[in-house]
């Protein structure tokens, strides 16, 4: 057999090899206690993907800053809030690799987004294109600016179930045209919770003069990240979902060669003084947020970065792929969980599966106040699913009370 032929073979038997399903994996041991959160008892909680959660170490912190403001107003805000930020911001900065000169902090990544869409200018006939996956707020920012401008929103089409991460990015390349302007691409995904291949979309990007803003809600925290090196112009990133900091946590990183242009959605004081300057003061506001970071960044380092991945990485494989199989849906992406995170968006079984938007709605509500089960329904595809998240505090047994919640449900 010559070296072609053989490659040939081998290639064929990895193909077999791959769809050879592999046994289920074990649910992780637990690495972190329910009772270090503020979550309430007696609700079983699996939605830390839409607003997060704060561990009490960190409120403990921010209630700490928040007295210090107001005990020295002037001494906390007038003269020292310029280095207060600075300190905040240096853990953040070592842990995404990104250097203080090149991002701002902002509430959340719907301003970090809103801050470059507003600083950039489009010409009639520019499009400003993301994927049908995007999140809705994102959405209409980008109609928004497109209007503003007379330019076009579009939307490349981008069906589930998705096998690979090269699948993807092929189709989010070939939906691009010479109009393209600027290219809007989650990192992972709402409604599907799909981890995108960025880096690969983006180089496929280079020397199409389409720039990329990264959409990073989720996945500072869930995912290894380092920013500078994905090679976007822009990155705007949630700490407030999966690192667990406080409410109103969220950066905006800019590529050094267009920080001069990109401004805070509130232009303020320090205007034409550098980004990090400019995204520093944004008017009086309570910044005990962004001062207790430091404080997340040590409660999540001191579990360890690593561990908490794997352990909501596990969980959520394991998660998936027992719904999954129990109620006899196909999944959206590889079993494997290759294409996922801490989230996984997950078929409903039976009829729940034909529920429109205004009754997955209802369901939600009547399953949180009569099951005290927190889960989002997600419509998608004209499907109902919904979409787990898998958090420290959770555990096994919280998404074995979801199935036989579900089943019931499904069953009346
Ligand atoms: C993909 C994506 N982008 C942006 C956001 C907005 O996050 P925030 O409300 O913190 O700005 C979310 C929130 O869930 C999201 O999932």
Redesign the pocket.
């Known amino acids: 057999m010559n070296q072609m032929s053989l490659s040939i073979k081998l290639l064929g038997m990895m193909d077999r090899l791959d769809r050879i399903e592999p046994p289920p994996a074990a649910p992780p041991a637990p690495i972190a206690e329910f009772s270090q959160w503020m979550l309430r008892e007696g609700v079983t909680f699996l939605n830390h ?3 997060g959660a704060a561990p009490r170490a960190v409120l403990a912190a921010q209630d700490e800053w928040r007295r210090r403001i107001e005990a020295e107003p002037i001494e906390m805000l007038g003269r020292r809030e310029p280095e207060l930020v600075a300190e905040a911001k240096k853990p953040v900065g070592e842990f995404l690799h990104m250097a203080p000169a090149d991002f701002g902090l902002v ?5 970090g ?1 809103n801050a470059v869409l507003n600083s950039l200018s489009f010409q009639p006939g520019d499009e400003l294109v993301t994927t049908s996956h ?2 809705n ?2 959405r209409m920012a980008m109609r928004h600016t497109a209007t503003r401008h007379g330019a076009t929103y579009r939307q490349i089409d981008l069906p589930t179930p998705v096998q690979s991460a090269s699948a993807i990015a092929r189709q989010v390349l070939q939906g691009l045209s010479e109009r393209t302007k600027l290219l809007v691409i ?1 990192h ?3 409604p599907t919770a799909l981890i995108f291949p960025v880096e690969e979309i983006i180089a496929g990007c280079a020397g199409r003069g389409v720039e990329v803003l990264v ?1 990073g ?2 996945a500072p925290g869930m995912i290894e990240l380092d920013v500078p090196k994905i090679g976007a112009t822009y990155y705007a990133g ?1 700490l ?2 999966w690192s667990c900091a406080a409410k109103g946590c ?1 950066f905006l990183w800019v590529a050094p060669k267009r920080a001069a242009e990109i401004h805070p959605c509130i232009v303020s004081h320090l205007y034409g003084q550098g980004l990090s300057e400019e995204f520093s003061w944004q008017g009086t506001r309570d910044i005990s947020a962004w001062l207790s970071l430091p404080a997340a960044m040590e409660f999540m380092g001191a579990i360890g970065w690593a561990r908490i991945r794997a352990h909501n990485h596990g969980l959520a494989v394991w998660a998936h792929r027992m719904l999954c199989e129990r109620w006899k849906v196909p999944a959206m992406s590889p079993m494997d969980g290759s294409l996922f995170g801490a989230t996984a968006t997950i078929l409903l079984p039976g009829k729940l599966a034909e529920m429109e938007e205004p009754q997955a709605k209802a369901m939600q509500q009547r399953v949180y106040d009569e099951e005290r089960l927190e889960i989002p329904f997600v419509c998608w595809q004209g499907k109902c699913h919904i979409r787990i998240s898998c958090q420290m505090y959770n555990r096994p047994g919280d998404y074995v009370r979801l199935a036989e919640v579900i089943e019931r449900r499904a069953g009346e």
């Open positions: 993907g839409s607003f509430t959340n990544a719907t301003e987004v995007v999140y707020a994102v989650d992972i995904t709402s959409d809600a989720h949630n407030h979902k969220g």
